[in-house]
């Protein structure tokens, strides 16, 4: 290797100057050095690529910087301290960028030696955009047995979601009894987390009722139902805190039969995660509500009411995924969403059961809002209705 001993000079002068030196000055001395004295500036060289990728708004130069600082990360010696760490973000920072330019087949590469690192769920989540359910399943198994008993709602939803896009429901109700049975014991011991419990047992009455399981949907919803009505009448017997991310998950959840099926080369969104979703992915997901909004129309002026509340329901779930963890005036601005839903769904008298899913969407919208009396008024609707 040939040293320019020049230029390792003018980097060493740069950095013992006086003046403040910006990432962009600090990058370039960083990279002379690093080949000089590996040991001291290669990690230095990572961090400040790494700082520059996530200031900067170009995809382009995001890719560029994230790939030099993952071939930096790999450089650095076995064993170096915090070489993984430092490995991990910046394969963090590589896959991000690569599918932020619609780069999926090298993306995918990428998060495939995150897995191999130790960290699937990023792998697993691209998987379930492309369909390929059973093997994101299998992903989310083994992170959340690793977990273990301390397993979350972010470990089980998305676990339970991709056994049921599979098509193994008795193993994706297995897993959802599981997540139900630590809410309830949080509920009993803690007195929290009641909100979150409506909203799984609902969505648990949905999941029973796509296999014709009638019985254990009713079961799930009569107790959803006593659970609000406990809301209602005596409130939360202890706050907890923000709980939006919860229910816009499982809402979106709830939608995924009604949209596109995922390929490889068609991606939809991971249903079953909150966060997460490929930049391309959800761009085109939420580029869809135009020609949503032009059917919409047409199928109004046609008066196919039917299939004008199924689509307005599509747009309705693209609404809160873009803005359903936001908490200023948030039930100012999804609210018309929910009640367009349900004054369509009351014009069609000789079809409860879209009624009910309209007067259960917008229960367990008002639960997210906490205006519990309301949201428990619609719930004994719709459970009466399916009765």
């Not at 690192?117 to 992170?143: H, P």
Request: charged share 30%; with cysteine.
């Amino acid at each position: 290797m040939t040293i320019d001993h020049d230029a390792v000079l003018r980097a060493r002068v740069l950095l013992l100057g006086s003046g403040r030196l910006w990432p962009e000055d600090l990058v370039g001395a960083y990279r002379v050095l690093a080949e000089v004295s590996p040991r001291v500036y290669g990690p230095k060289l990572v961090d400040t690529l790494l700082t520059l990728c996530s200031q900067s708004r170009e995809p382009k130069v995001k890719v560029e910087l994230a790939a030099e600082a993952y071939r930096a990360a790999r450089g650095l010696e076995a064993g170096e301290p915090g070489r993984s760490e430092r490995l991990r973000r910046a394969l963090e920072a590589y896959q991000a960028s690569l599918f932020a330019l619609g780069r999926r087949v090298e993306g995918r590469a990428v998060c495939e030696e995150l897995a191999e690192a130790g960290r699937s769920e990023r792998l697993a989540t691209v998987l379930a955009e492309e369909g390929r359910f059973g093997e994101a399943a299998q992903l989310n198994e083994v992170a959340a047995r690793k977990r273990s008993p301390d397993r979350s709602f972010w470990d089980l939803v998305p676990w339970a979601a991709n056994l049921e896009g599979a098509g193994q429901h008795d193993a994706a109700s297995g897993v959802f009894r599981e997540l139900l049975a630590e809410t309830r014991r949080e509920a009993v011991e803690e007195g929290t987390g009641l909100p979150v419990l409506v909203w799984e047992l609902v969505h648990f009455a949905r999941m029973r009722e796509t296999v014709g399981d009638g019985a254990s949907a009713a079961a799930a919803r009569r107790e959803a139902l006593e659970v609000l009505e406990g809301l209602a009448t005596t409130g939360e017997p202890r706050k907890s805190s923000s709980l939006l991310e919860w229910w816009k998950t499982l809402f979106v959840l709830s939608g995924r039969a009604a949209e596109p099926a995922a390929g490889p080369e068609s991606p939809m969104p991971p249903f079953g995660t909150g966060n997460g979703w490929s930049r391309d992915v959800r761009e085109s997901f939420l580029g869809m509500l135009p020609d949503l909004e032009a059917e919409a129309v047409g199928l109004r002026e046609a008066e196919r009411l039917p299939e004008l509340v199924d689509v307005r329901r599509r747009i309705g779930i693209r609404a809160v995924v873009r803005d359903g963890d936001h908490h200023y005036l948030f039930e100012e601005r999804l609210a018309p969403c929910f009640d367009e839903g349900v004054t369509l769904a009351r014009r069609l008298p000789e079809d409860p059961a879209r009624l009910a899913r309209a007067l259960t969407d917008r229960s367990m919208f008002l639960v997210a809002a906490r205006s519990f009396e309301r949201a428990f008024a619609d719930l004994a609707e719709a459970v009466a209705l399916l009765q």
